[in-house]
């Protein structure tokens, strides 16, 4: 589209994006408009994402049904597990640590993990969706501390999302550790940050 945005720009457009998905009143407000629409939701959002670069609304609205095509034909996500994973994941289990994943899903998410050869290493998989609640709420949190018979105050999450995860988890006091390895959010406030799980072992001592 000839369209050229700085470094700036898309960092913004890229940290707006966390925000949004972090059951951000954007998103819940634009599930309910576009609930029956699955085309109208990706069109507004790709209107939202193109906004948040800075181009003007009426631009943005013009383009939006363009990009959201785009996305469509072309964006395939595949899930990426770190290489580390399966090791750092046998080492905590062996320590005899507590682990647990906590998802922002309604539904359960077993299956993908299965194909992953993830879930053996976790004693819990918690969709937010199962508390009625999404992060970053204190409930969703609050009831992965039960399920883990744990308190907050001896308890780590390691999150890859600011928003959700880092500011949710403050909020009821876990030692929150934000997982960039983009270096998306340099400084975070409020949290300890690590670009590979490798680094987990220092935190921990």
């Known amino acids: 589209m000839n369209l050229n945005f700085s ?5 913004f457009a890229k940290r707006w994006e966390h925000f949004y998905f972090a059951n951000s009143a954007l998103i819940r407000q634009d599930s309910q408009t576009f609930k029956d629409d699955s085309e109208g939701f990706l069109i507004n959002y790709s209107k939202r994402r193109l906004m948040a670069l800075k181009l003007p609304e009426a631009y943005a609205q013009e383009l939006a049904p363009q990009v959201a095509h785009h996305m469509s034909e072309v964006y395939k996500p595949e899930v990426f597990v770190p290489e580390e994973i399966p090791f750092i994941l046998s080492m905590l289990r062996e320590d005899g640590y507590t682990l647990g994943v906590v998802s922002n899903r309604e539904e359960p998410f077993q299956t993908e993990l299965d194909e992953m050869n ?5 004693d819990f998989l918690l969709p937010a969706g199962e508390v009625g609640a999404f992060k970053p709420d204190a409930k969703v949190f609050q009831h ?5 018979n744990a308190n907050a105050d001896e308890a780590m999450y390691v999150g890859d999302n ?3 995860d880092i500011v949710g988890s403050n ?3 876990l030692l929150p550790i934000l997982y960039d390895p983009t270096d998306l959010f340099p400084n975070a406030p409020n949290c300890y940050t690590i670009q590979s799980f490798n680094q987990l072992h220092d935190l921990l001592k």
Do not use: D, M, P, R
């Open 118 to 122: 993830l879930t053996s290493y976790f």
């Open 144 to 148: 992965a501390l039960k399920i883990a």
């Open 162 to 164: 600011y928003f959700a």
């Open 7 to 11: 470094e700036e720009q898309i960092l």
């Open 171 to 173: 909020n009821v006091g």
